[in-house]
Nanobody, 120 residues
Framework: QVQLVESGGGLVQPGGSLKLSCAAS????????MGWYRQAPGKQRELVAA???????RYGDSVKGRFTISRDNAKNTVYLQMNSLEPEDTAVYYC??????????????WGQGTQVTVSS
């Protein structure tokens, strides 16, 4: 069984920073892409940032230049450094990873979500 556990959310003032972490554990053979999504009330879940096993990254347009995604393959962990936070960044942030659990096949897993609130 595979679990993704997120940490690092909270309340921050506009212009502030937060760093999210997501650690994968369980019967993991390998991990392909990892990423962060977010969902604000009344809105669809959207991609924030993603990173491949080879460290190629991509970002949602609204966070380019402010957020940085990284990963530590030895720890099966992905990070999201969020700078210059804006009230519009307020959402539940979800970790996602495509995990291979055996010699054949794999699937996407989701974390439970962590709340990020940007407010003065």
């Amino acid at each position: 069984q595979v679990q993704l556990v997120e940490s690092g959310g909270g309340l921050v003032q506009p212009g502030g920073s937060l760093k999210l972490s997501c650690a994968a554990s369980g019967s993991i053979f390998s991990i392909n892409a990892m990423g962060w999504y977010r969902q604000a009330p009344g809105k669809q879940r959207e991609l924030v940032a993603a990173i491949t096993s080879g460290a190629t990254t991509r970002y949602g347009d609204s966070v380019k230049g402010r957020f940085t995604i990284s990963r530590d393959n030895a720890k099966n962990t992905v990070y999201l450094q969020m700078n210059s936070l804006e009230p519009e960044d307020t959402a539940v942030y979800y970790c996602n990873a495509f995990i291979i659990t055996g010699l054949i096949g794999g699937r996407a897993y989701w974390g439970q979500g962590t709340q990020v609130t940007v407010s003065s």
